[in-house]
């Protein structure tokens, strides 16, 4: 069974930056899909950023500019840097991993990022 465990959320005010990271607990060179996704309450979830095998990294369009996801295969990792951080962005943030095309997608936990004043 993989495991992915997120860490990195918090409490920042408007305008500041947080980097949150996923661990995987298996290697993710040659995953297919990594992902980044959030739920705001009351909301449904949805994607922030995502990185597909043999593609360009994908951002949501109220992200682009102010966020980047991006892996260490040493450290089976996956980050989202987030700067500039607003309001808006406060929700619950999942990593997602897909091993190959119609694989089973596996999620972390989620980790809580607020962003207020």
């Known amino acids: 069974q993989v495991q992915l465990v997120e860490s990195g959320g918090g409490l920042v005010q408007p305008g500041g930056s947080l980097r949150l990271s996923c661990t995987v607990s298996?290697?993710?060179?040659?995953?297919?899909?990594m992902g980044w996704y959030r739920q705001a309450p009351g909301k449904e979830r949805d994607l922030v950023a995502s990185?597909?095998?043999?593609?360009?990294?994908h951002y949501a369009d109220s992200v682009k500019g102010r966020f980047t996801i991006s892996q260490d295969n040493a450290k089976n990792t996956v980050y989202l840097q987030m700067n500039n951080l607003e309001p808006e962005d406060t929700a619950v943030y999942y990593c997602?991993?897909?091993?190959?095309?119609?694989?089973?997608?596996?999620w972390g936990q989620g980790t809580q990022v607020t962003v207020s004043s």
């Open positions: 997602r991993i897909r091993s190959f095309p119609g694989a089973n997608d596996y």
């Open positions: 298996r290697s993710i060179f040659s995953l297919f899909l």
């Open positions: 990185i597909t095998r043999g593609l360009s990294p």
